[in-house]
């Protein structure tokens, strides 16, 4: 109405000003603006397009009105000539001054406000009652997407003094509608039953309450239609169709019933599967990875896996732009003929190879993993194993690839690799206390990835009841371009047994030594090592049990030993830490060569293997194997203190660390030569964590324990391994790679423990991952 008095005043004016003044038209001199309170000059003057200096008529003059009127400003607008400059008098409308929400339970008043904000309403803007009746229908929209279909919104104006107003939006929510009944009409093949549990929505449950799957959502409802029509056609049902699909809402909007109609057809089987275009590769080679036989039930999910196996086996060939398009033709007898056709397109080249994401790492040291050269043909196949050895280097909490077209270029690509950097070591300066080891006064640097330059480098200065120790280590892991690794270590070490659960004596050792690693293939690796080592072994009267006391009447306390080791490796773990895929073994023996004053062999087989339950690699299952054999070498006995030991985190959680196995004279612990230990474990995304790449939780078994071959007649210990001497322990852990390294976490109970055992429900590590 408001709007109507302004346009019918100016009319009149204009009619006015004509009759006084002719002609009609006038240049304009100036604008002057009049009324304005809240709305600046700059608002007005982008919205009216006449300025200073135009010529205008009645009609000018009036659309210029009418664009003014539209900014959704002003309640009345009116135009007034004063000589040569034109007045316009404004009425603002009200201010936003106060918003109210009353009635809202389910959805809180910060975030309704927010979501007003982002609609345009909030406190302080100008009122417009069409985004008021917007924001109305939206929030009804909304609580209905919550399954609230009996929500309802009003709103009430209340005018306040100085031209402002306050919005009073009251909200019923009403109750959720739940689904009673899901109704397939039309099917014979499967039942009901079959169908419906291939649905994500489903019927009011125990567990409803947490899953909310009982709630109506129409994206839910086509993705539950999409795997209806794919469970079919995976089943030979080519023609299955879904004819219709009904959704209805009790009056009372608190029930909803959905009902599905379908046709199911004839099944299919296959008839013959044919290969055609232009074929870069042997067909023979194509055909063995195309998953569709002939005399199967047809199969749209073998078609689609044939076509991206194609796909990737011509892209592996360097023809990453290739196209592969199955046409199945259906015949009367129902029998399916499966045609390829393949489209290689022009062999592609990498332009460049871009790395981001990479603060510490070096380019080159990055480039050194990587088989997918810039200038080489592009490779799907070597691309990928670019990105699962970056992945395994543990230096990368992530690692992303993509390639991208060249613009103007239809044969090359960038490949892009974004990084995303994690700690690959572990730094500690501190007085602390450990849960084995006591008191400790430690400087410990071990970085695999020493300032981003690749090399693993290491140094120790640690004090505490177990061990003093001074040490250095380094390895280059490329010393040659084609991956012949080269380290070297040298060590000053007083180590306490009797302090670390075990017999009574101590050890003052000195060495140092040289290691090589050379590349078999993509995945193995032999290392041969040489060091020397002087070692002392110290004793005390009251404690040391017997068989040490006769190991050095027999072999003396001083010993300096040359020692090969040589080891094999096969590693085709997904990832450095925390891996989710793949399997991994390893072999070692450690011999102390003649010439030494102790001559022995030491053997260890480690073996680690994990498959992901579900695609996003987070539910996991993996099994652990460990097993160590020692023994003598010519005339010498083999040396005590290179026994093995189980109990810990290490092999047997659950129980004290180094307690299992055979006891000496004197009732502790003494290890022994043979160790046999494994574990099986669930894993699962660890709760309220966002970053799961730092963190694994875990429910796990273990079991193990050590053996003697040859047990002292001091000794309590039976000769051999017993297998139903095992231990076995149940329990949850949890690992963390913290900023100084992992921190890992088992909560555990013995299974089968004996009454000598020494048992440990809450165990903790830094420095050490499961």
Same mark, same amino acid.
């Given at each position: 109405m408001?709007?109507?008095?302004?346009?019918?005043?100016?009319?009149?004016?204009w009619v006015t000003a004509a009759q006084a003044n002719s002609p009609s038209s006038f240049v304009i001199e100036d604008i002057r603006l009049e009324g304005l309170q809240r709305v600046s000059p700059g608002i007005v003057f982008r919205n009216f397009p006449l300025t200073a200096g135009d010529q205008v008529d009645s009609a000018e003059l009036s659309r210029a009105t009418h664009k003014l009127f539209e900014s959704g400003y002003f309640n009345d607008i009116q135009l007034l000539r004063d000589d040569s400059v034109l007045v316009l008098k404004l009425q603002e409308r009200p201010s936003v001054s106060l918003i109210r929400l009353e009635g809202n339970d389910v959805l809180e008043s910060e975030a309704l406000l927010e979501g007003l904000k982002q609609s345009g309403l909030q406190e302080g803007d100008v009122f417009k009652r069409s985004t008021l009746e917007q924001i109305k229908q939206d929030l009804v929209r909304l609580y209905a997407s919550q399954g609230r279909y009996g929500a309802d919104v009003n709103t009430e104006v209340e005018t306040l003094p100085g031209n402002r107003v306050a919005l009073n939006i009251n909200i019923k929510e009403g109750q959720v509608a739940s689904i009673q009944h899901i109704n397939i009409v039309g099917n014979n093949v499967y039942s009901d039953e079959e169908l419906k549990d291939l649905f994500s929505l489903k019927l009011p449950s125990f567990w409803s309450f947490y899953k909310k799957d009982d709630r109506y959502a129409r994206q839910k409802l086509s993705g539950d239609l999409e795997r209806l029509r794919s469970? +079919?056609?995976?089943?030979? +049902?080519?023609?299955?169709?879904?004819?219709?699909?009904?959704?209805?809402?009790?009056?009372?909007?608190?029930?909803?019933?959905?009902?599905?109609?379908?046709?199911?057809?004839?099944?299919?089987?296959?008839?013959?599967?044919?290969?055609?275009?232009?074929?870069?590769?042997?067909?023979?080679?194509?055909?063995?990875?195309?998953?569709v036989e002939e005399g199967q039930t047809f199969s749209r999910r073998r078609i689609t896996e044939s076509?991206?196996?194609?796909?990737?086996?011509?892209g592996d060939a360097g023809y990453m732009f290739a196209n592969v398009a199955p046409a199945p033709e259906l015949h009367d007898d129902n029998t399916v003929t499966v045609k390829f056709f393949l489209d290689p397109g022009k062999r592609t080249y990498v332009r460049r190879v871009n790395i981001r994401g990479n603060t510490r790492t070096a380019d080159d040291i990055i480039r050194q993993h990587l088989v997918q050269l810039e200038?080489?043909?592009?490779?799907?196949?070597?691309?990928?194993?670019s990105k699962s050895r970056l992945e395994k280097t543990g230096y990368f909490k992530s690692v992303n690839v993509e390639t991208s077209a060249v613009p103007g270029h239809d044969d090359l690509v960038d490949v892009n690799f974004a990084v995303e950097e994690q700690q690959s070591g572990n730094f500690s300066a501190s007085i602390g206390f450990s849960q084995n080891s006591g008191l400790i006064f430690g400087l410990k640097v071990q970085q695999d990835n020493f300032l981003g330059s690749g090399k693993k480098v290491g140094i120790g200065l640690s004090n505490s009841d177990t061990l003093t120790e001074?040490? +250095?280590?380094?390895?280059?892991?490329?010393?040659?371009?084609?991956g012949v690794s080269r380290g070297f270590n040298l060590y000053y070490r007083e180590r306490d047994f009797d302090e670390d659960n075990t017999s009574a004596f101590s050890t003052d050792e000195i060495g140092g030594g040289v290691n090589f690693g050379y590349p078999i293939d993509e995945f193995q690796r032999l290392s041969f090592g040489l060091e020397v080592e002087q070692i002392t072994i110290n004793t005390n009267s009251t404690e040391t049990p017997d068989e040490i006391f006769q190991f050095i009447a027999d072999e003396g306390d001083k010993y300096f030993n040359y020692s090969l080791s040589a080891g094999w490796s096969d590693n085709h773990l997904n990832r450095g830490f925390f891996a989710t895929k793949g399997y991994s073994q390893s072999a070692s023996v450690e011999l102390?060569?003649?010439?030494?004053?102790?001559?022995?062999?030491?053997?260890?087989?480690?073996?680690?293997?994990?498959?992901?339950?579900?695609?996003?690699?987070f539910w996991v299952m993996g099994v652990k194997g460990r097993l160590g054999y020692g023994g003598e070498l010519g005339s010498n006995e083999y040396p005590f203190y290179k026994h093995f030991y189980a109990g810990g985190l290490k092999t047997v959680r659950g129980y004290e660390q180094n307690t299992l196995g055979p006891r000496d004279s004197k009732d502790d612990p003494f290890g022994g030569n043979v160790l046999v230990a494994g574990s099986a474990e669930f894993i699962f995304p660890t709760p309220f964590v966002d970053d799961k790449q730092s963190w694994r939780t875990m429910l796990f078994v273990d079991a193990g324990n050590v053996f003697d071959t040859s047990c002292?007649?001091?000794?309590?210990?039976?000769?051999?391994?017993?297998?139903?001497?095992?231990?076995?322990?149940?329990g949850f852990g949890l690992s963390w790679l913290t900023p100084f390294g992992p921190l890992s976490i088992a909560i555990a109970a013995p299974l089968n423990d004996k009454e000598d055992d020494e048992t440990e429900v809450f165990q903790f590590a830094l420095g050490q991952s499961f």
């Open positions: 408001k709007r109507g008095i302004g346009l019918l005043v100016a009319l009149l004016f469970y +079919y056609l995976d089943s030979g +049902y080519v023609n299955f169709s879904i004819d219709s699909t009904q959704v209805s809402i009790t009056p009372d909007k608190k029930h909803i019933y959905i009902t599905v109609n379908v046709t199911e057809g004839e099944q299919y089987t296959v008839r013959g599967v044919d290969l055609a275009g232009e074929m870069v590769i042997d067909e023979a080679e194509l055909q063995q990875v195309v998953l076509q991206e196996a194609l796909v990737k086996k011509i200038a080489a043909v592009a490779s799907n196949e070597r691309i990928e194993r001074y040490s +250095y280590s380094y390895l280059d892991p490329y010393y040659t371009v084609d102390g060569l003649p010439g030494s004053d102790l001559s022995y062999y030491r053997a260890n087989y480690n073996a680690k293997w994990y498959y992901p339950l579900t695609e996003d690699r002292s007649s001091t000794s309590v210990c039976e000769d051999g391994v017993q297998l139903d001497e095992l231990r076995l322990s149940a």
